[in-house]
């Protein structure tokens, strides 16, 4: 696979984030790490919008439709974080995303939880990698967790494609305060 983007440096990419609040209060880049956050009672990304609360990062300029590819990059969440979505592939024929991994009370979960799979426990306060692979010709996601193959799945169709990671908060479960960090932040494509 031909690395596309490094992530590197602090603006690399679109950062969506509660409409009302300035970027640096719900986003820092330090060191070569992003750190992202949000609160059950912040505003969604846009004033017309109904979703739940997000500070997610969107690499610009990589969104695709066709071909393999992946989402590499090392993800931090911290102690009591539960209810987000820390990274996933946005778009789809069939759905708003054709993943989404979710932290629910220190577990690493495939979607909502126990009926989608749960692919890794104790995630809490400890550094892992992550790679999404997108085969969107053969209808094929891939995951692995710190190089261990956790789930292979059938995509939700084809569609307007793009990786994003950070936190999004889910419907429903979710702690007041929600983190993830990341670094190395990678996108492939075969």
């Excluded at 992530?7 to 969506?16: L, M, V």
């Excluded at 640096?24 to 059950?40: C, F, I, K, P």
């Excluded at 979703?51 to 610009?60: C, G, L, N, S, V």
């Amino acid at each position: 696979m031909k690395e596309l983007s490094g992530g590197g440096g602090g603006g690399g990419g679109c950062k969506e984030r509660p409409y009302d609040i300035p970027l640096e209060q719900r986003y820092s880049y330090e060191n070569g790490t992003r750190r992202l956050w949000v609160y059950a009672d912040d505003k969604p990304h846009d004033p017309n919008s109904h979703t739940q609360p997000r500070t997610e990062i969107r690499i610009k300029g990589l969104d695709y439709s066709s071909g393999v590819w992946q989402f590499e990059g090392y993800g931090f969440v911290p102690n009591g974080t539960s209810g987000a979505t820390i990274v996933q592939i946005h778009g789809a024929s069939h759905s708003a995303t054709t993943i989404m991994l979710r932290i629910i009370k220190g577990n690493m979960n495939y979607y909502c939880g126990p009926a989608r799979g749960i692919l890794a426990t104790q995630m809490y306060d400890k550094w892992f990698k992550v790679n999404l692979i997108h085969d969107v010709d053969q209808g094929k996601v891939t995951v692995y967790i710190d190089g261990m193959l956790k789930v292979e799945a059938k995509d939700r169709g084809p569609g307007d494609l793009y990786f994003k990671c950070g936190v999004y908060a889910a419907s429903t479960n979710i702690s007041y305060y929600m983190e993830s960090r990341w670094r190395d932040i990678k996108i492939y494509k075969k």
